[in-house]
Structures are given as structure tokens and as C-alpha cells.
């Protein structure tokens, strides 16, 4: 019954994807090679939208093996598992029929593709759209307007006209950071700006928007991940406000900058004697060479050895009038030698500076060390006479007391005596104070470091929190993702009879599995109860038997005559246990038998699928076949 | 006979952890009293040495730790060490630390600070003090120059070998000299033998034996000076030396810019074989050896001023004089600075 229900949705299922069955087909066991073929070629056809197979087999045996094995192979492509081979097409039997037919309704897309395409029949501008959909999502993207400078041609593109469309337009991507107003603005200057002189972001990062705004997008992202990822472990163990933190962190910074800074500036005063600014600048100047030469020096030169260039630019006037015989050559000559005189001159006046400055620097060096040194001794001299005076002093009142030595000293003596008793009293006096008062700051500490552990406790415990909360804030989201792919799996279902005819059936297999339940109940509990009626009646009888034994016997034994009788019960009395055991026997073979039977059935429906005849008929068949061929190959 | 002692301080770690200057005798400033608390050492988990010293301000501050080993049932209920600082103006650490233990004993057994307070005062007007069980003190016991020998030069050689010449050389020309070693026990004796090797000068003042980096201390650090420290930071801060001893490491290093003051000749090599072989020399007793260097300092000396020249009534010695010795080399440059340092010069 159960299986019928089954074979009916199944059959259901494929008439809804165009499968027509001639009127005796009421279940799978009526399927015939034929009609198993048709079936799942069709179901094939809706799952992989090809159309690869002939719905029918060929007539010859080969040709039907070959096609049975290709079907096999494409059902193990699509990914079905269950146990497959040609001899399922060739010889359907309902077990694997089912199996096979179950897994193909399941593997059918369900979605509305198949009716669109029914509806466009196969080849409508639906698929035309799709087709082309999917050609473009493989162009890069290129935004709107822009031009054609930076085009980028794809190695690997093709000359595909639509794809070339599309890379007219690709350029590289470039991105603007750009002011836009945030939390931060919240003095009134700011508002202000943003309000009334801020551009907008279109126009601020004109072009490049779209990329700008992905990147600001994603950037700020980052920074709160990042962000909230810190201020969970370290913030939180830190013990501060999430401001405090900030601040701090902010300062730290500022101090590592700080630090770098002023290393970078220390070494680079340490290199100052090879990298001063000068010789940066003069560096410069070299760098840019060939045809500009800055330096004092090559100008000199060049002047000294250029001759004809100097010639060019003499003033002839008051050469030509004062020497006039002189020629070209001479003159030159002359001018060089005077130009080196004057070079010479020039170098031993730099030579007798620069002697002077070493002169003065070895000095001024000199004068340094002196004046470390007299103030090291300045020091020293101060601090000679502080202790100097001092001990004048002491000296001073040692004289003015020495003329009654004896005298003073006991008097002193008892002084320091007095003025130390008094200090200690005081000292005691003070101890009264500061002891309470070291105590209660302790205790306080204490109280304080308690109530700080209590925090670090209650952190803690936020922090747990925190993390729950986002545990469950992330279950939220993914349970929300999976409501709404629920929900569109809703809407995609088919709404038609298909839905009521499945919850039909199924309730209507929930009443009948209810019902023989009860039934088994009542079968078991009859059961039941006859084994107790046995029971008892075992137990009536052997109580009897117990007590007519006991009675014959003692007549027995009274009446020799009674002797026989009592024989007689004892061979009955066995007769009966025989029976019995016979009885069980005959259950016992009987319950054997209809195991067997079963064992029987259940074979003989496997070895349906093995119809002995029929595989008989195709072998000779194929060896027909073989022998013609072979026949034709001769 | 005068004390040398100024006041005194009880530092206290307490359970919290807190270090606290729970009482002083007199008063102390609070700049001092914050250089008080980061030398103490009672913020460390283990501390190597319970007595040491160093000097702030001129004044030398004696450290005797003293931990208390039952803070529960004892006076100190709440203290787990404590350390009593004696400040004094004269550089004797020996006659602190004896007064420091008795004190430190009487602190621990009664857990007040009259008896500190007493037996401070008592030594300030008598010059002794009997403690009792605690023990006895008397200044008439010590003598502030034996404290100078205390520490031997031949450890101080015999930890730095034939680079103690550099440290002789950057003593005897006034140079800024920093120590560093992880071990503060080691640190300070190490630092108090330096000025043996200018034993004429006879000036422990220079020495400032440990400090902490931090911008208070360094700012008492007038040159020229001896300084050690613990924090291996040191070694980075080249403004702050010329010389750096690195004990750890055993390297003797000299700054890029003191580097010309510092070669040496034939001279530096001969006096540092001398010091190295004496310091091996176990019939060569620690007080001959600084007598044979301070000798040798004194010829050195000696010859130096032979040089100098008359002027206004005082000799004076001028590089000139020293370049036209035509001198083995460098050696001009080395006794100019010599001189310099000893206050020779023309000025």
C-alpha cells in the first residue's frame, strides 16, 4: 500500500515534466525498459538542460547495451549513488526503478526554470537574455563616461565585438580621499564648513567617485573592526574608559613620533660633517651637471683653459690701440699668464687663511678645555669655601666658649642632652599621628585594590558579555540569512494542487501507520493475554496431575488391584508431554516455513530482475548479431 | 668627633606593594625623597646585595635592606621589607651600614621608629650608641680613609684586564665615565675602587655609584663624574659619557666624540702591563699597587710641570711647548690634556 503511495507522487512528479504514460502503467512495477528509458532521459534533460540522449533505446542489442551504459554513466556524473549498471535499463526491476525514479524527482530543479522554459519553449528571448547576461558578467567593469585615455587591453581578450565594447571604457582604478563631515566635527567652525563651504563628494572626488567612496567605505569598516578588536583585549584589560584609552594611546604615539624625531635629528647632527645642508645643496648642484656648472672653482678653470672663448669675448679697443703689433696668439698668451699669476696669488692668501682658522680653531679648542676646567674648578672652590665657613663658625663659637671650656662643654653636654630628650618626645608625640595614619592609608590601599579587583571582576564578566552578544548578534544574522533563503524557497515553490496532494497523502499515510499501530497494540495485548491463560492452565494442571498421582499412589500401595491404574497415569501423563512437545514442534515448523516463504518471496523479486528467459533470448540475439557482423567483416 | 650623618629614612614595602617613606629624621625634600624611593630596590621581586649607596646632591645615601620574613605576627604587620637610608656628607658607607643594622634590627623588633630615632640621635650628640641586643655602635670604630680602600683595585683590573688603561686615562683627564652591570652589588664596589687609579686627587666625590635614568637624576650629574647603572638603557645614551664600562658585556667602549682625547702610545701600553701583571702578582699587596701607580702618576706629573713655563709668577704649560718636545706620537696631546685636567695650563 505504502509503496503504491510512493509510486503514485513519483509518477505524478514525472508527468509534470512532460512524461506521458499509457494507461496500464499504474505503478513502477508496470515500468518496462521503454518507459524507464524515456524517464530518465527526459529527467536528465530537465536537470543538465541538454539534449545529449535519445529518448528511446536503438533496436539492436549492441547499440541498446551501449546507450543503457551511456545513461548509467551521466546519472553517475549528475551524482546519483545508488547501486547502477546497464541491466537496470535493460532489465527494469521495481526496487531499483524506484530508487532511481526517487532520486530523479529529487534532482529535478524545481525552481520555475523548467516552466519558463516550457512556456518559451526552449529557445524563447529568456534564454536569450541569460545568455547574454552571463557574457557581460564576464567584461570588466568600466563606470560611465569615462574616456578612452588609459585604456587597458586583458591579455587573453579576444576580438569578441561585445567584449572589445566593454574595454573601450577600462581604465585604471584611482581613488580620492576625499573630506566628508563625521563625528568629529562638532565645534561650531567646523559645522559651519561642512555645512556651507564643503563640496560634495561628487564633486570632490569628480570622476574617481565610485572607487572613492567603496574605498572610504571599506576603510571605515576597517578601522571600527579594528578598533573594537583592540578595545576588547587590551582596551578592556587596561582598566580605563574606552576615552581614556584613546587619549592615552594618542599620547603614546605621540611620543614614539617624538622619539623617532629627535633620534633621526641626533644622528643626522652626528653626520652633519658629511651631510650638512651645504653639501646637500652643492650636491645638488653637481647633480645637475653638464650644461650647468655652478661651482666657483670650475668657473675658474674654465676660464683659465677656454682661451678662445676668452679671446671671443676680449674688449678689443684698448688692447688693439696700445699693441697693435702684437698678435692674436701673443696676446692670449699673455692673458693666460696673468690669469695663472693671479690664480696663484689667490691660493696662497687661501692657504694663509685657512692655517689662521686652524690657528684659531686649536686655540678656541684650548680656551674650551681652560674654561671646562676653571669652572670644574669654580666648583670645587665654591663648595671649599661653603665648607670653609662653615667650619669658621663652628671654629668662631668654639673660641668664644674655650676660655671656660670645662664649664661650657657640660654645659653643652646637657643641652644636646635636653634638646635630644625633647625630640624624642616630640618624635613620640608625632608617632601618635603618623602610625594611625600610615594604617589608615594601607587599609584604604587595600579597600581601594579590593574594589579594583571587584571591577577587574566585573570586566571581566562585561567582557564575557560582550562576546555573547556578539556570539548572538552573528546567530542572528545568519539566522535572518537563512529566513530570507527560506523565504525565497517559499515563494519559488510551485503553489499549485502538487503541494495539497503531498500533504494529503501524507496525512493520509500518518492516519493509516496510526491505525495499524493500534491494531499491532491490540494484537500484542491479545497475545498477552493468552499467554497468561496458558500459563495458568499449566499451572492448574500440573497442581492436579500433582494430586491424582498422590491419591492413585496411595491407593496403589493399599490395593494391588489399583496397581495397573496407576501405571496408566504415569503412560498418560507422558503421552500428554509428547503431544505437547509435538505440538510446539509443529509451531515452531510452521513459523519456519512462513520465514522461508518470505526468504522465498524475497528472492524470487530479485531474481525477477534476472528473467532467465528474456536474457536468454537477447544472448542469442547479440551472438546473431556478432555472428553477422562477423559474417560482413569476412 | 663628627658623624657625617644627616638624617635618616625608613623606605616600606608594604603588602600592597606600595613603597613608601613612612618616616624620616630630619625632613627630607621631596625631589630627594622620590630619588629615595626609585634607588631603594624594594620594588624588585629579589634584591642581590641588601647594602648599597650611591649620592644625590652631594650627599651619600646608605641603603640597608632588611626584608621581614613573617609580616603577619611581627611588629611590621603590614611591611614585607623595609630599607633604612642613612644620608650622609662624608663618604663612608662602612660606618652607615653599621649603624643602619642596628637601627634596622631595633626597627624590626619593635616596629616603631623612636628607637631609630633614638639611637640616630644618640650617635649625633655622643658619637655612640648601645642598642643592646641590638647591637652596639661607636664612631671612634671607623675611619673615612679606610672606607677609600675598601675596595680593592686589583678586582676592578682583574674585571677589565688592559682595558682598565682607558678608564685610567678618562679619570685622569676628567672624562665622563659610565658604568654599567646588571648586578647592583657588583656595580657599586666596582665603581667606589675607580678613583684608586688617581689616587693622588683622592676625590670619591665624583662618584655617583648607581643611578636610575630618569631626568631628576641626571640632572645631578656634574662632570666630571663616575656613574654607574643597572638599566642596560645606559649604554645607548652616548650624551652621557665618554668612557663606557660595560661589565656585563666586558667591554670598555669610548664615544665617537672623546675618541682623539683617547689615543694612546708606548707610554699607555707599558703602565698597563704594569697594572695587569701586578694585579696577577699575588706577593704585590692591593695597597702597593695603588702606591706604585700613584708614584708613577706623581713622575708623570712631575716631568709635566719640569716643561712648564714661568709667566706672571706662575709655571704654565702650553701646547706649543709640549708640540716643540717633537714628542713620541701623541703623546703632546695626551700631557696637554693631562695638564688641562690638573690645571697646568695658561689660561
Known amino acids: 500500500f505504502a509503496m503504491e503511495e510512493i509510486d503514485q507522487i513519483i509518477l505524478l512528479s514525472l508527468q509534470q515534466i512532460g512524461i506521458e504514460f499509457p494507461p496500464a502503467v499504474q505503478s513502477l512495477k508496470d515500468f518496462d525498459t521503454d518507459i524507464l528509458v524515456r524517464c530518465v532521459v527526459k529527467a536528465i534533460r530537465a536537470i543538465r538542460n541538454d539534449k545529449v540522449f535519445p529518448p ?276 692670449a698668451e699673455l692673458e693666460k699668464r696673468k690669469r695663472e699669476e693671479e690664480l696663484a696669488a689667490l691660493r696662497s692668501r687661501l692657504d694663509a687663511v685657512t692655517q689662521e682658522v686652524a690657528q684659531f680653531e686649536g686655540s678656541a679648542s684650548s680656551f674650551g678645555g681652560n674654561k671646562a676646567q676653571l669652572e670644574q674648578a669654580m666648583r670645587a672652590e665654591k663648595e671649599k669655601t661653603a665648607k670653609m665657613t662653615e667650619e669658621y663658625k663652628m671654629k668662631k663659637r668654639i673660641m668664644d666658649l674655650l676660655p671656660e671650656a670645662e664649664k661650657n662643654i657640660a654645659e653643652l653636654r646637657s643641652l644636646a642632652e635636653a634638646s635630644s630628650q625633647r625630640l624624642l618626645e616630640l618624635g613620640a608625640e608625632w608617632e601618635k599621628h603618623r602610625a594611625p595614619l600610615v594604617e589608615q592609608y594601607r587599609l584604604a590601599k587595600e579597600a581601594d585594590s579590593g574594589k579594583r579587583s571587584g571591577y577587574r571582576r566585573a570586566l571581566e564578566k562585561v567582557k564575557q558579555l560582550r562576546e555573547e552578544i556578539q556570539r548572538i548578534a552573528a546567530e542572528i544574522r545568519e539566522k535572518d540569512e537563512r529566513q530570507k533563503v527560506l523565504l525565497e524557497e517559499v515563494a519559488k515553490l510551485p503553489k499549485d494542487v502538487n503541494r495539497a496532494i503531498y500533504t494529503k497523502r501524507i496525512l493520509e499515510i500518518i492516519r493509516n501507520v496510526r491505525k495499524q499501530k493500534v491494531d499491532i497494540d491490540n494484537i500484542l495485548l491479545d497475545t498477552r493475554t493468552l499467554q497468561k491463560d496458558i500459563n495458568a492452565a499449566t499451572e492448574t494442571l500440573k497442581r492436579t496431575y500433582t494430586v491424582t498421582d498422590e491419591l492413585i499412589f496411595k491407593e496403589a500401595k493399599a490395593n494391588a488391584a489399583n496397581k495397573p491404574l496407576y501405571k496408566l497415569l504415569t503412560t498418560l501423563h507422558e503421552d500428554f508431554a509428547t503431544v505437547l512437545q509435538v505440538v510446539a514442534e509443529t509451531g515452531h515448523i510452521v513459523n519456519e516455513a512462513k520465514d522461508l516463504e518470505a526468504q522465498i518471496e524475497q528472492l524470487a523479486s530479485r531474481n525477477s530482475a534476472l528473467n532467465m528467459e528474456k536474457i536468454n533470448g537477447d544472448l542469442a540475439a547479440m551472438r546473431a548479431e556478432n555472428a553477422a557482423l562477423a559474417q560482413r567483416a569476412k | 668627633m663628627e658623624s657625617g650623618f644627616e638624617s635618616i629614612a625608613i623606605l616600606e614595602k608594604d603588602t600592597n606593594g606600595d613603597i613608601l617613606i613612612t618616616w624620616s629624621y630630619p625632613a627630607i625634600e621631596e625631589s630627594e625623597k622620590a630619588v629615595l624611593r626609585d634607588r631603594c630596590q624594594l620594588s624588585k621581586e629579589e634584591i642581590d646585595t641588601p647594602f648599597f649607596f650611591s649620592r644625590y646632591r652631594g650627599h651619600w645615601q646608605n641603603f640597608l635592606v632588611t626584608s621581614n620574613p613573617t609580616p603577619e605576627g611581627s611588629a611590621l604587620p603590614r611591611v614585607v621589607c623595609f630599607a633604612v637610608c642613612i644620608v650622609s656628607k662624608v663618604f663612608d658607607p662602612e660606618r652607615a651600614q653599621a649603624l643602619a643594622a642596628i637601627l634596622s634590627a631595633a626597627y624590626l623588633r619593635t616596629g616603631s621608629p623612636l628607637k631609630v630615632m633614638e639611637g640616630f640621635l644618640r ?70 675602587a675607580m678613583p684608586l687609579l688617581v689616587w693622588h686627587r683622592q676625590n670619591w666625590n665624583i662618584l655617583t655609584p648607581f643611578v636610575n635614568i630618569n631626568e631628576n637624576e641626571l640632572a645631578d650629574l656634574k662632570p666630571p663624574y663616575v656613574v654607574g647603572s643597572t638599566d642596560a638603557r645606559i649604554r645607548g645614551r652616548e650624551d652621557l659619557f665618554d668612557v663606557l664600562v660595560d661589565v656585563s658585556g666586558q667591554r670598555v667602549t669610548v664615544s665617537d666624540a672623546a675618541k682623539n682625547d683617547f689615543s694612546m702610545g708606548s707610554f699607555h701600553k707599558e703602565l698597563a702591563s704594569f697594572l695587569t701583571t701586578a694585579a696577577d702578582d699575588d706577593k704585590i699587596a692591593d695597597q702597593d699597587l695603588v702606591r706604585g701607580l700613584a708614584q708613577r702618576v706623581k713622575k708623570l706629573l712631575e716631568n709635566l710641570l719640569s716643561l712648564a713655563v714661568e709667566e706672571d709668577g706662575q709655571k704654565k704649560i702650553t701646547l706649543e711647548i709640549l708640540q716643540q718636545k717633537k714628542l713620541a706620537n701623541n703623546m703632546d696631546r695626551f700631557l696637554y690634556n693631562v695638564a688641562l685636567a690638573e690645571n697646568m695650563t695658561k689660561s
Open chain 1, 56 to 331: 528511446t533505446l536503438p533496436k539492436e542489442m549492441s547499440g541498446r547495451f551501449r546507450a543503457a551504459s551511456n545513461l548509467v554513466a551521466a546519472l553517475q556524473e549528475l551524482g546519483y549513488q545508488g547501486e547502477i549498471g546497464y541491466q537496470i535499463f535493460l532489465y527494469p526491476n521495481e526496487k531499483d526503478s524506484r530508487n532511481l525514479c526517487m532520486w530523479l524527482v529529487e534532482a529535478i530543479p524545481k525552481a520555475d526554470a523548467g516552466e519558463d522554459e516550457d512556456a518559451f519553449g526552449g529557445d524563447g528571448p529568456l534564454k536569450n537574455i541569460r545568455t547574454a547576461l552571463a557574457g557581460w558578467s564576464r567584461v570588466p567593469y568600466a563606470p560611465y563616461g569615462s574616456n578612452t585615455t588609459g585604456r587597458i587591453v586583458l591579455p587573453g581578450s579576444t576580438t569578441d565585438a561585445s567584449q572589445l565594447q566593454g574595454l573601450r571604457a577600462v581604465r585604471p582604478v584611482r581613488t580620492f580621499a576625499f573630506r566628508a563631515p563625521s563625528a568629529a566635527d562638532k565645534d561650531a567652525a567646523s559645522v559651519a564648513y561642512c555645512k556651507d563651504l564643503l563640496p560634495l563628494v561628487s564633486v570632490q572626488a569628480g570622476e574617481n567617485l565610485a572607487p572613492s567612496l567603496l574605498e572610504r567605505n571599506t576603510t571605515d569598516y576597517v578601522k571600527h573592526v579594528e578598533r573594537e578588536a583592540e578595545w576588547n583585549t587590551l582596551g578592556m584589560d587596561s582598566g580605563l574608559s574606552a576615552k581614556d584609552y584613546r587619549a592615552k594611546k594618542l599620547s603614546g604615539i605621540a611620543a614614539m613620533m617624538a622619539d623617532a624625531l629627535s633620534a633621526a635629528l641626533a644622528s643626522s647632527a652626528a653626520a652633519s660633517a658629511e651631510y650638512s645642508f651645504d653639501s646637500l645643496v652643492s650636491g645638488f648642484r653637481l647633480s645637475e651637471g653638464g650644461d650647468h656648472k655652478g661651482t666657483r672653482f670650475s668657473h675658474q678653470t674654465d676660464f683659465g683653459t677656454e682661451s678662445s672663448a676668452v679671446k671671443a669675448i676680449q674688449p678689443p679697443s684698448a688692447s688693439k690701440s696700445a699693441e697693435p703689433q702684437m698678435s692674436a696668439e701673443e696676446k
Open chain 2, 123 to 192: 650617635v649625633f650628640t655622643a658619637g655612640d650608641y648601645d642598642g643592646g641586643k641590638d647591637g652596639k655602635f661607636s664612631l671612634a670604630q671607623f675611619d673615612a680613609r679606610r672606607a677609600l680602600l675598601v675596595s680593592p683595585l686589583k678586582t676592578l683590573i682583574k674585571t677589565l684586564g688592559i682595558e682598565t688603561i682607558i678608564v685610567w686615562v678618562g679619570l685622569l683627564l676628567k672624562k665622563r665615565v659610565v658604568v654599567y652591570c646588571d648586578n647592583l652589588g657588583r656595580l657599586v664596589s666596582l665603581v667606589r
